[in-house]
């Protein structure tokens, strides 16, 4: 892995835990992702430093709201551990845990959130690698080039 910054987007359902949330505990581990890509890329891919595009799924205007940090290495997720918790894995053991998380520290809330549809609509500038307007991609964490990130922030 090289040690140049890279880019992320990470999608929460802004019921469970929104850009305000983490603008007010200020860095959240980022639990409950149990999508083995997602996983790898937060356990193999992230490293401290890294920019987050913090963005609002499952809502009624979808889009990026604001950016983030990666503010840790990956470390096991406790709620695969924890039978009462919606996230438990039994398959999962400390000695060998499946799931993998990061802390994530806020950064700053956008103006105005950068909408899926206007995102669909630049996605020749955006282009083919771009996962999240690919259909078929529901991934929670995504990778994004460093091309992709500055355009993205040009948006707002």
């Known amino acids: 892995m090289s040690a140049r910054r890279r880019y992320w987007l990470m999608k929460s359902e802004p019921d469970t835990f929104s850009i305000d949330d983490l603008e ?6 980022w639990n409950g992702v149990r999508n083995y890509q997602a996983r790898n890329f937060m356990r193999d891919g992230m490293q401290v430093g890294d920019g987050v595009l913090f963005y609002h799924s499952n809502t009624d ?38 799931w993998f998380l990061v802390d994530v520290a806020f950064e700053r809330k956008f103006k105005r959130t950068i909408t899926l549809d206007e995102l669909k609509q630049h996605a020749g500038k955006l282009g083919e690698d771009f996962a999240l307007i690919r259909r078929g991609n529901r991934l929670s964490v995504l990778p994004v080039s460093a091309a992709q990130w500055k355009y993205l922030l040009s948006l707002e």
């Open 61 to 98: 205007v979808p889009g990026i709201v604001g950016t983030a940090t990666v503010a840790s290495k990956a470390y096991p997720d406790e709620t695969q551990f924890d039978p009462k918790s919606d996230y438990y894995d039994a398959k999962s053991s400390r000695e060998e845990p499946r």
């Open 24 to 29: 007010r505990v200020r860095t959240e581990p």
